[in-house]
C-alpha cells in the first residue's frame, strides 16, 4: 500500500486554506490548492484527480514544497505567461491615445484601419485593421456611426406643405 506523502511544516493548513483562496493567478492556485489538500490528509492521487493533474506532478510539487518552502510556489522558472506581448509598447500608446483625442488626418472620425496606419507610420510595423479596432476599444473609444435616416420620409415639397398649414 502506498505511504501518505507528508508535508513540512512550512506553513498550517489554515495559511495554505487562506494562501488558496486569495490566490489570483490560475496555475498558481492549483499548487495551493493541491497543498492544501496534501495537508488536510487528501492522498495524492486522489488530490491530482480534484486539481486535474498527474499524482506525479502532485510528488514533485510537494517534494519543491518541502525542499524550498512556500517561496517556490507563486512562479515556476520557466512559466510563461498566456497570450502573446502586446503590439504597442506602452509609450506607443500612450501617444496613440494622445492621438486619438484629437481628430483624424482626413478629418473624420478614428477608424480601426485608420489607427493601423497610424501605427505603421510612428513604429513600422504593419498591423491588421482589426488589431487598431481594438486598440480604440482597450481605450475607451467606441463605434461612432450616424442615425439611420427614414426612408419614408417627406420630401422638401411636402415638409413645406405640412409647415405651412
Known amino acids: 500500500m502506498a505511504r ?17 483562496l486569495a490566490c489570483q493567478k490560475a496555475q498558481e492556485k492549483t499548487r ?9 490528509g487528501v492522498m495524492a492521487s486522489e488530490a491530482a484527480r480534484r486539481v486535474g493533474r498527474t499524482s506525479g506532478w502532485i510528488t514533485q510539487l510537494i517534494s519543491r514544497y518541502n525542499q524550498q518552502g512556500p ?10 505567461t498566456a497570450g502573446r506581448p502586446p503590439k ?6 500612450t501617444e496613440l491615445d494622445k492621438a486619438l483625442r484629437s481628430h483624424a488626418p482626413d478629418g473624420g472620425l478614428w477608424t480601426g484601419p485608420k489607427v493601423a496606419a497610424w501605427i505603421f507610420h510612428k513604429s513600422g510595423q504593419d498591423v491588421h485593421h482589426s488589431t487598431g479596432w481594438r486598440a480604440l476599444k482597450r481605450l475607451g473609444f467606441s463605434l461612432q456611426t450616424p442615425r439611420p435616416a427614414n426612408k419614408r420620409r417627406a420630401s422638401l415639397e411636402e415638409q413645406a406643405e405640412f409647415k405651412k398649414s
Open 4 to 20: 501518505r506523502i507528508e508535508l513540512k511544516a512550512h506553513l498550517t493548513t489554515e495559511e495554505l486554506k487562506h494562501r488558496y
Open 88 to 93: 504597442l509598447k506602452a509609450s506607443l500608446a
Open 71 to 80: 517561496e517556490s510556489i507563486p512562479r515556476q522558472k520557466g512559466e510563461t
Open 32 to 40: 495551493w490548492r493541491a497543498l492544501y489538500l496534501i495537508s488536510k
